[in-house]
């Protein structure tokens, strides 16, 4: 039975029990209680349904330890994606590079076709210190990590910082000792393929990941001919700065430096590799400046290999492109050079 039809019932025998004179002064009362103001409740007014899923959650919830994804996909939540902040006032033009050495280098000697042999690559290694005329040179890979944009910047030490939360500060510098070991295996083994002219049979001690890779670029590797350079390093006689270039050789007709890359991510588009085209823009002007090197490049390629096999994605950068790109790499160079004076 309801609340309210129990209430009514003892109301009603409490009326009858009651005598004449009690009766009225019992009415008077009640009717007096009933008259005052009701204090009210704001909550009588709020939509309960709307927020029965809330209650439910906090009333039911257990606390637990937060994962890194959980973390950060409250993160996201709360604060939304980050957008880079713009200024009240934006360049008209685009930054333009003080010193803008050519990439190509007119003034550069070839020697004769002859006196070289087109069939042994060019390997030279990183020149010793007492070598160097100024002292300690900055690589490419060093001034593109010191002048690195700051929101790039973020994301990198954004995913370091969820990758330690995962794996712990050792966990992590084992897994990357173990990209980096993985790396030169792949570089290691694609030279040995690139000089034998043979095609990639697995080997019983090679790890998961190196087949992996070598999989992904099987497509590929039938594009490249007419090896000029493995593994070598080149140095930018006016620009002083050096660089290890991986490969230069032809790809479909066009002689390029070409950039081997291990991913476990997909990078189907240039913007997805981030400073690489940079970097590749950096060895095409250090080998046209440098006079180990009996010729000249204006192309580029990126390749990403993937350590599930899928296959590579191959990013062909033209003259035109490796142009724009220069000009990116010069102001990067400045901006180094400029934070080097002020230290």
Known sequence: MKPLQLLGRHCNRLVNALPHPLLSVFLSTSCSILSRKKKLNGYEYVDQEKYADLVRTVTTSKTSSQTPERIFEEDSFLYGKVMRSKGPLQESEPKVPQNRIPLNNPNKVLLAVEKTDPNIPVKIGLPGKSQMTNGRLPSVTRILQQTMPMEQA????RWKQR???????????????AVFSQGKLFHAQLEDLLLSKEPYTPKPDDTEQLVGYMNSVDHVLPDIVGVRTLESAVLHSELQY????????KYRGKL??????????????????????????AYIGAINHDSNYNFQVDCGLIVI???????????FLDSDTCLHYWDKWLLRLEEYKEKKEKQ
């Open 305 to 315: 290999a993937y350590k599930d096999g899928s296959p590579a994605h191959a990013h």
């Open 242 to 249: 050096l660089g290890f270039v991986d490969c230069v050789a």
């Open 154 to 157: 973020f994301y990198l030490e």
């Open 256 to 281: 390029c430096v070409i950039d081997w890359k291990t991913s476990e991510k997909q990078k189907p588009t240039l913007k997805n590799t981030f400073d690489n085209p940079l970097q590749v823009a």
């Open 163 to 177: 990758m330690i939360m995962e794996l712990g500060e050792e966990g992590f510098i084992e897994y990357t000792a």
